[in-house]
């Protein structure tokens, strides 16, 4: 791996004199400092005063500044660790430019662990030694234990050696003492690249998964820049697929990173993944212990881990040789970064793929019309997967108009859809509601006066959590306990619960079906990978009859008797101006629908809506996803929206409205004027209040051939932020509010 790493570095060494640093602080503009005595090249990682601070940074060349080199301050020294490559520094650039945010914030990205700069100390370990004389040891069982555990000649920690013989360290340090057992200082080395824990399972693919396997593995192998979309209907093995991808690169010791939307829902991709190679694959993700990132972050720079899972920020470790970047379920939105430094993670790793000269795959059961877009242009390859794996078929789908039915007071199940689950119960089979809202209720209004419990924080309601008895913002976790007595006219027991949550979708199930066992699933009953994990087993070993739940059961899981699946209210993702709204109601609504019958048994899907005829729900209806995408392209055109046009948004806010108001006028007035640019706003964003700050909003609407990122440069350049406010710039945003 060596060689290549050579062509991956900048080897030239810097003359000593001026250098200039990125450091990682949210700012654009590089450091000079002075350096006359260490040995520097591009990408090496430095220590550097400044302001009262040492901070890292990263080397970026000579310097260029032109403050005079006696007021310079000195590098301090250099990391011992490796040099970022050049595409990862091509990337910083990149990732810098395209989002409008400062390169130094990029940096602080990748130095997500900062104390891995450092190595990791030695640590010490003991061994048996071999030619001492132990007849005249008096042997205990203790003592027996120890050395019989370190009878296989390996060296092991006292940590080790204690926890797996049941001894006191007072009896190693005996040994120790005595000769018998000796010690050495060895620096730690994570465990290896591909350590089998496991013997690999060779999968069986039928026809079409040979063929789409073969594909994508011509493409890996060409060993430069593609994209290739695998499009798949759900249940098509899709995973499987890009799996033989993986198993192509591996053997060239190069590293794979795979993109999930959310690490606490890739359990079943983390299982499949070790019964198919053998070996777990590293994880990174914001749950890690300190330790734990620190090694994984060194790792992956030393190209020691094989293998990375994570979500968006994997994506800016440091890897050393990458050679192939899957992105799974491409379609979901919880790539995008909406909070700090605004990007999308997937066309972020396809930039990412292209500064390494690599294969970048997409994969998803219901592509994003960006990436259909792009195949249909030229720039994506894609690889279909029509058939479902197996014997089982689609599911059929209806919709149930609650126009029509009667619901009772409190009631949101129908009675079709009642019927429908007792049936499926007597066959002994499961049932799955989905209801994508957590808590018991989103709006609490007192009958008496009608006053509506609101964040004091942000421009939204509590959201009733019967269970823990609390009021809860879902924006910024403002939490109060529930009183149902009313704070504005003192009425007594007025509160009214408006509309459900899953938890009191709960509460009609059990009383429907009373000998039922009946399980939530929300990010509140299965918050952790352990929680989760329990839940799926009981789901498997169907320990479960009715399992409600929210999109955190629309993904990924294989439930063979799950064969009915009733959506609550398919309405309530629909509404909002939010150009995406449509494209992700009907991705999420496939996706749980595709949950029923995925074996032998036939599977039936019930729509609850107020809108049976909408071209959405007559799509999911006949599984007409390609007409869906159709309708939705044509609405996209005609507007000039993503992926046919560009947007952007800028963002104000502080807690200070006048000053708000004021910036946001003052910004107004120097817009820029262009026949291909439309600008809206300033307006109060939807939330106008957020965490306590006021918030206006420009969206800047433009045609495909303009340069948003310019014209967004100039207007903005002139214009000084007080720092009492925020401006925030989102480039394709997908967060309106
Ligand atoms: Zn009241
Ligand atoms: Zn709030």
Redesign the pocket.
């Known amino acids: 791996m060596d060689n290549k790493y050579e062509n991956k570095i900048n080897s030239a060494k810097l003359p000593f004199g001026r250098i200039s640093v990125l450091l990682p602080i949210p700012v654009y503009k590089h450091y000079d400092y002075l350096n006359e005595e260490l040995s520097l090249h591009i990408g090496d990682f430095v220590e550097v005063p400044f302001r009262k601070r040492c901070l890292p940074a990263l080397v970026m060349g000579v310097g260029k500044g032109d403050i005079v080199s006696t007021k310079l301050k000195p590098v301090l020294s250099k990391f011992d660790c490796r040099a970022l490559t050049k595409e990862m520094i091509d990337f910083i650039n990149w990732v810098s430019a395209y989002n409008m945010a400062p390169a130094g914030a990029i940096l602080k990205m990748v130095l997500s662990a900062p104390d891995a700069l450092h190595p990791p100390k030695p640590v010490t370990v003991f061994f048996k030694v071999l030619k001492k004389n132990i007849q005249t040891l008096r042997i205990t069982s203790s003592r027996k234990r120890v050395l019989d555990y370190l009878s296989d000649c390996k060296s092991r920690t006292m940590k080790d050696i204690t926890r797996n013989t049941n001894v006191s360290s007072a009896i190693v340090k005996g040994l120790h003492g005595l000769g018998v057992i000796g010690d050495a200082s060895v620096n730690q080395k994570f465990p290896s690249a591909i350590a089998v824990s496991k013997e690999p399972i060779a999968p069986i693919l039928n026809r079409e998964q040979i063929e789409a396997a073969d594909k994508l593995i011509s493409s890996v192998n060409e060993e430069t820049f593609n994209v290739c979309l695998i499009d798949g209907v759900t249940g098509s093995g899709k995973t499987e697929v890009y799996f033989e991808a993986i198993a192509a690169v591996l053997p060239m010791k190069r590293q794979v990173l795979i993109l999930v939307p959310e690490i606490a829902l890739s359990q079943p991709l983390l299982d499949r993944f070790e019964a198919r190679f053998g070996f777990k694959p590293t994880q990174w993700h914001s749950d890690l212990s300190n330790a734990t990132r620190r090694q994984t972050w060194r790792a992956v720079g030393e190209g020691d881990v094989a293998v990375i899972i994570g979500a968006r920020s994997a994506l800016f470790l440091p890897f050393l040789n990458l050679g192939l970047i899957v992105v799974d379920e491409e379609h979901e939105a919880a790539f995008k970064q909406t909070e700090g430094v605004k990007y999308q993670c997937r066309d972020m790793a396809v930039v990412r793929a292209r500064t390494a000269q690599i294969s970048a795959v997409l994969v998803s059961a219901t592509p994003s019309l960006e990436s259909l877009t792009n195949f249909e242009l030229g720039r994506y390859k894609r690889i279909s997967l029509r058939s479902r794996y197996g014997t089982a078929k689609l599911p059929a789908v209806h919709a149930i108009d609650l126009g029509k039915a009667k619901l009772g007071r409190g009631k949101w199940i129908a009675d079709n859809l009642v019927h429908e689950i007792s049936e499926t119960l007597k066959r002994g089979e499961q049932v799955i509601l989905f209801l994508n809202r957590r808590g018991y209720a989103p709006l609490n209004l007192c009958r008496s006066c009608g006053h509506k419990l609101e ?1 004091p ?2 421009s ?1 309601w509590l959201v009733e959590h019967k269970a823990k008895s609390r009021l809860q ?1 879902h ?2 976790d ?1 939490t109060i306990r529930f009183d149902p007595n009313c704070i504005k006219c003192g009425g007594t027991d007025t509160l009214a619960s408006i509309g459900p949550g899953v938890e009191r979708l709960e509460e009609e199930v059990r009383s429907r079906f009373p000998t039922a066992s009946v399980l939530v699933a929300s990010s509140d009953t299965l918050s952790g990978p352990l929680l989760l994990k329990k839940f799926i087993d009981a789901v498997k070993e169907v320990k479960v009859d009715i399992i409600i739940g929210t999109q955190v059961i629309a993904k990924g899981h294989h439930f063979p008797l799950v064969t009915c699946v009733g959506v609550i209210d398919a309405d309530l993702g629909m509404a909002g101006g939010d150009l995406r709204a449509g494209e992700r109601t009907y991705q999420l609504l496939h996706q749980v629908a595709g949950r029923a019958g995925r074996e032998t048994r036939p599977g039936r899907v019930w729509i609850q809506t107020l809108q049976p005829e909408h071209p959405l729900i007559r799509a999911l209806i006949d599984w007409d996803r390609d007409g869906f995408l159709q309708e939705e392209k044509n609405g996209r055109v005609e507007a000039g929206m993503p992926p046919f046009g560009k947007l952007a948004a800028l963002i104000i806010s502080s807690k200070d409205e006048s000053l708000v108001d004021d910036l946001a006028r003052l910004i107004a007035a120097s817009a820029p004027f262009s026949l291909d640019l439309q600008i809206l706003g300033p307006a109060p964003a939807p939330i106008a209040v957020l ?1 306590g700050r006021h918030r206006r909003r420009f969206l800047l609407k433009g045609s495909k051939s303009i340069n948003m990122q310019k014209i967004i440069k100039v207007w903005l350049q002139n214009i000084r932020i007080p720092s009492k406010a925020k401006l925030e710039i989102d480039i394709d945003p997908y967060n309106f509010m």
């Open positions: 964040c924080n942000c939204a913002c924006h910024c403002y965490r």
